[in-house]
Structures are given as structure tokens and as C-alpha cells.
């Protein structure tokens, strides 16, 4: 195997060139008399360094000066090659590669942009498949697996795939360090360590859809709509690419020119157009092979259809289930906030309940119209205690903001209601 690979194209001006052979190599016959590199099959051989890795099985060669834009270089071995058993090259190899018209000498390092798993991720399954997704293309001959270790390569070598031959132990934190990897020029990459947590579970189910907005067969969407979609579990961040999701306009025949976001969970994906979409109008969502963390895969697709304007108008907070200052709240009390218009279920973690300025434990839940987020404590309340329930930061469908917090205090009794669990006095919003 060559690297560059045989007849590349747009080659940088001072690649790391690399040859793999199946023998052990004899160190001493390795030189600038079996090894060359020159411009053209015959051309003067170009000044380089010749030298050959610690295991014997891979030729470098670095040119000691910039090869030429818009040229064929010839990287040419020679019969004196030799392995350790005394066998020779039986004839002459070469492979080649073209240097771009514009090409230039890479001098940067290659920058870890995103990996799978994330730091931080928690409930990791035990049989995970890693992806690392670089800013630009990576020597394939830098990257050595770890023991039986299956890696695998694409996007032009931007995205390196694999997958251990063990099983991770569960319930564990576990350390992942990626270093000695280069790029096509030998730059070497920071060392980057990301620290994560196992759960006790191998994961084997597709990843799946729990809601999207706008809704599957929504009409009259405004025109500056975002899409947003949240999925069963954590997905592979690596592999969301404009053509893993994206919008599609079904007159045009073309997907929509947007930004994609993906929240720090890995749960939720979005979508925010370029520009406006057309008026009346009906789009696609897709989510095609989206992955988890594991590599089952998920194929879906939801149509929308637009209106004709623009909403340009922040949500508005419409009824809220705690008047302020309510005493004799139920322990086992869930929390309600409506809203004008339906809202981006991203921003759930907007809505809290805290004491004394601390975070209460809560399950956040959007209803299916998009309009109210119920918050329920994932245990009982303290008796004869004030909480603060604070609604801010929410957005609507357009990534209009809400103006300003709605923020109500409330004091427990001391019991549980075992007949209405959730509170159903409701009053206009503050303003």
C-alpha cells in the first residue's frame, strides 16, 4: 500500500510519503539508491530523506524541499531492496501522484473537531463504535490499530471508524487518547483525551424518532421555520452530514441550503435554513443512516408544508399552573407552562424548578401539540418548603425568544394528592 495512494490527485508540496511492504526489510537497504522520488518517470530524482520505520515493514520518504504545483512525481523503489532473509526485490515498483495547480505546503496540524462518544457522555453502551472526525485529511499509516482493533476510513480519510475487540467494561469511566496521528504532511495532532461513562447494557436497537417540529403533516408553517428533531437515544455526532440530514424542497427537486446543530446529549439535531422558504410549499425532512452510538441505524422521513409569512413574534407565556406566592401545593405536584404558539422542544431545559437557587431533579415533557411543557420532580417535594418555578429562554419554531422570565413562588403543604396529580389552577401570564 502507498501513501499517497496510486494516482492521487491535489497532492500538498511537502507530503510524508509512505510505502507498506509484507516483509521485514533489511534497514541498510533502504537508501536514496533503492528509493526515489522523481518528477516524471525518468525526471531528476527529487532531494530526499529516505528512512524506515522501527518495525521494518513501512518506507518514508520526506522531500527535503517543496515539490511543484501542477506536476506527476514518481516514487520509485529499486531491485536493491532487501528483507532480512536476503530476498531481493524481484523487480522495479513505483506508484504515483499529481500535485495540484494551486497546491501549497501544509505546515498545520490537523484539529480533532468532533468525536463519538463525546467527553462527557454518560450511558454509554458497553460495544460502542468510535468515530473521530478531523478538519482534514489523515495519513492512513499514522493510525495504528490497538490490538485487534477494525479500522476503517472515510470522507477522504477526515473521519477514522473503529471498532475494539472487547467489549468495554460496564458501569465504568473509561479514557479514550488519540495521539501520533498526522496528517498527508507528517503535521502531528495535539494529543486530545476525552473521559466517558459506560452503562451496563449492549445496544442492538435502531435509534428512532420521539418528536420533530415541525410536526409530520404540519400546514401553514411559517417560512423561517427551524427543524428540529429529537431523537430515542444518543446519537453518532460524527456521522450527521448534510446528506445524513437534511431538507428537502419536493418542487425544486433539490435539499435546502441550512445549518445543523446537534446538542451536547447528542438527542437532538437541528435544522436552520439559509434563507426564507417558499411560500405554500411542501418540504421533507430526512434523517438518512443516522447512527447511535453503536452504529444500528435509523431511516426516516416527515413532510411539512409552509404558509405564506414569516413569524417574526416571541412565544408568549399564556397560563402557568402555580399563581404566585400559592401555599398547600401537593408534594407529588406536576408543574405547567402554556404557551401562545408551539415551541422549540430543544430548549426544554429552560423551564426549572429550584431551591434556594439549587436545581431540582425533573422530567420535562412537551405535549404533541407543542404548546405546554409539564415538569415533574423525580421525587416527592419537601413539606412546608418554597420552590421558584422559572420560564425563560424558550423559543418557538423560528427561534424567536421569549422576552422576559415568568417566575412564580410557591410553598408545599404536607401531603401527597392521590386524586389530581397534576394542579389544575391556572392564571393569565404577568403582563
Same mark, same amino acid.
Given at each position: 500500500?502507498?501513501?499517497?495512494?496510486?494516482?492521487?490527485?491535489?497532492?500538498?508540496? *511537502?507530503?510524508?510519503?509512505?510505502?507498506?511492504?509484507?516483509?521485514?526489510?533489511?534497514?541498510?537497504?533502504? !537508501?536514496? *539508491?533503492?528509493?526515489?522520488?522523481?518528477?516524471?518517470?525518468?525526471?531528476?530524482?527529487?532531494?530526499?530523506?529516505?528512512?524506515?520505520?522501527?518495525?521494518?515493514?513501512?518506507?518514508?520518504?520526506?522531500?527535503?524541499?517543496?515539490?511543484?504545483?501542477?506536476?506527476?512525481?514518481?516514487?520509485?523503489?529499486?531491485?536493491?531492496?532487501?528483507?532480512?532473509?536476503?530476498?531481493?526485490?524481484?523487480?522495479?515498483?513505483?506508484?504515483?501522484?499529481?500535485?495540484?495547480?494551486?497546491?501549497?505546503?501544509?505546515?498545520?496540524?490537523?484539529?480533532?473537531?468532533?468525536?463519538?462518544?463525546?467527553?462527557?457522555?454518560?450511558?454509554?453502551?458497553?460495544?460502542?463504535?468510535?468515530?473521530?472526525?478531523?478538519?482534514?485529511?489523515?495519513?492512513?499509516?499514522?493510525?495504528?490499530?490497538?490490538?485487534?482493533?477494525? #479500522?476503517?476510513?472515510?470522507?477522504?480519510?477526515?473521519?477514522?471508524?473503529?471498532?475494539?475487540?472487547?467489549?468495554?467494561?460496564?458501569?465504568?469511566?473509561?479514557?479514550?487518547?488519540? &495521539?501520533?496521528?498526522?496528517?498527508?504532511?507528517?503535521?502531528?495532532?495535539?494529543?486530545?483525551?476525552?473521559?466517558?461513562?459506560?452503562?451496563?447494557?449492549?445496544?442492538?436497537?435502531?435509534?428512532?424518532?420521539?418528536?420533530?417540529?415541525?410536526? &409530520?403533516?404540519?400546514?401553514?408553517?411559517? #417560512?423561517?421555520?427551524?427543524? !428540529?428533531?429529537?431523537?430515542? +437515544?444518543?446519537?453518532?455526532?460524527?456521522?450527521?452530514?448534510?446528506?445524513?440530514?437534511?431538507?428537502?424542497?419536493?418542487?425544486?427537486?433539490?435539499?435546502? *441550503?441550512?445549518?445543523?446543530?446537534?446538542?451536547?446529549?447528542?438527542?437532538?439535531?437541528?435544522?436552520?435554513?439559509?434563507?426564507?422558504?417558499?411560500?405554500?410549499?411542501?418540504?421533507?425532512?430526512?434523517?438518512?443512516?443516522?447512527?447511535?452510538?453503536?452504529?444500528?441505524?435509523?431511516?426516516?422521513?416527515?413532510?411539512?408544508?409552509?404558509?405564506?409569512?414569516?413569524?417574526?413574534?416571541?412565544?408568549?407565556?399564556?397560563?402557568?399552573? #402555580?399563581? +404566585?406566592?400559592?401555599?398547600?401545593?401537593?408534594?407529588?405536584?406536576?408543574?405547567?407552562?402554556?404557551?401562545?404558539?408551539?415551541?422549540?422542544?430543544?430548549?426544554?431545559?429552560?423551564?426549572?424548578?429550584?431551591?434556594?437557587?439549587?436545581?431540582?431533579?425533573?422530567?420535562?415533557?412537551?405535549?404533541?401539540?407543542?404548546?405546554?411543557?409539564?415538569?415533574?420532580?423525580?421525587?416527592?417535594?419537601?413539606?412546608?418548603?418554597?420552590?421558584?418555578?422559572?420560564?425563560?429562554?424558550?423559543?418557538?419554531?423560528?427561534? *424567536?425568544?421569549?422576552?422576559?422570565?415568568?417566575?412564580?413562588?410557591?410553598?408545599?403543604?404536607?401531603?401527597?394528592?392521590?386524586?389530581?396529580?397534576?394542579?389544575?389552577?391556572?392564571?393569565?401570564?404577568?403582563?
Amino acid at each position: 500500500a502507498y501513501y499517497p495512494s496510486n494516482g492521487s490527485q491535489n497532492v500538498v508540496l *511537502n507530503p510524508l510519503i509512505e510505502a507498506s511492504v509484507s516483509q521485514v526489510l533489511k534497514a541498510s537497504s533502504v !537508501n536514496a *539508491n533503492t528509493v526515489q522520488i522523481r518528477k516524471d518517470y525518468s525526471g531528476a530524482v527529487h532531494p530526499a530523506t529516505i528512512s524506515l520505520s522501527e518495525d521494518g515493514r513501512v518506507i518514508r520518504i520526506k522531500p527535503l524541499t517543496s515539490l511543484q504545483p501542477n506536476a506527476t512525481y514518481y516514487v520509485r523503489f529499486y531491485t536493491g531492496l532487501e528483507d532480512i532473509d536476503g530476498d531481493k526485490l524481484r523487480n522495479e515498483d513505483y506508484s504515483y501522484f499529481y500535485t495540484g495547480a494551486t497546491a501549497i505546503a501544509d505546515t498545520q496540524s490537523p484539529v480533532i473537531q468532533r468525536t463519538s462518544p463525546s467527553d462527557g457522555a454518560v450511558d454509554v453502551p458497553v460495544n460502542p463504535t468510535f468515530y473521530v472526525r478531523f478538519d482534514e485529511a489523515i495519513h492512513p499509516f499514522s493510525v495504528l490499530p490497538k490490538g485487534n482493533d477494525q #479500522v476503517s476510513f472515510s470522507e477522504g480519510n477526515k473521519v477514522i471508524r473503529y471498532v475494539k475487540d472487547h467489549v468495554l467494561k460496564d458501569n465504568s469511566q473509561i479514557k479514550e487518547t488519540w &495521539s501520533g496521528i498526522s496528517d498527508g504532511s507528517g503535521n502531528l495532532i495535539a494529543d486530545r483525551t476525552i473521559t466517558f461513562n459506560t452503562g451496563n447494557r449492549v445496544d442492538a436497537k435502531d435509534p428512532g424518532v420521539t418528536n420533530i417540529t415541525p410536526a &409530520s403533516g404540519a400546514v401553514g408553517v411559517p #417560512v423561517n421555520t427551524r427543524i !428540529n428533531v429529537l431523537m430515542t +437515544e444518543p446519537i453518532n455526532t460524527v456521522a450527521v452530514t448534510s446528506a445524513s440530514f437534511y431538507l428537502y424542497d419536493t418542487v425544486l427537486g433539490t435539499s435546502v *441550503n441550512a445549518t445543523t446543530a446537534i446538542s451536547s446529549d447528542g438527542r437532538q439535531l437541528s435544522l436552520t435554513p439559509s434563507a426564507p422558504l417558499a411560500v405554500s410549499r411542501r418540504y421533507t425532512v430526512y434523517l438518512s443512516a443516522i447512527q447511535d452510538l453503536v452504529g444500528n441505524t435509523d431511516y426516516e422521513s416527515y413532510d411539512f408544508t409552509t404558509g405564506v409569512a414569516a413569524d417574526t413574534a416571541a412565544p408568549q407565556v399564556s397560563m402557568v399552573s #402555580v399563581d +404566585e406566592a400559592l401555599v398547600d401545593v401537593p408534594l407529588n405536584a406536576r408543574l405547567r407552562v402554556r404557551f401562545n404558539e408551539a415551541v422549540n422542544i430543544q430548549k426544554l431545559d429552560k423551564v426549572t424548578l429550584t431551591l434556594n437557587g439549587l436545581p431540582i431533579t425533573v422530567a420535562q415533557e412537551l405535549s404533541s401539540d407543542r404548546l405546554t411543557i409539564t415538569l415533574t420532580p423525580q421525587q416527592l417535594l419537601q413539606s412546608n418548603t418554597t420552590y421558584t418555578f422559572t420560564v425563560s429562554g424558550i423559543e418557538d419554531l423560528s427561534g *424567536n425568544v421569549l422576552v422576559a422570565p415568568t417566575v412564580r413562588h410557591f410553598t408545599t403543604s404536607t401531603k401527597v394528592d392521590n386524586v389530581q396529580a397534576v394542579m389544575g389552577i391556572y392564571t393569565p401570564a404577568s403582563g
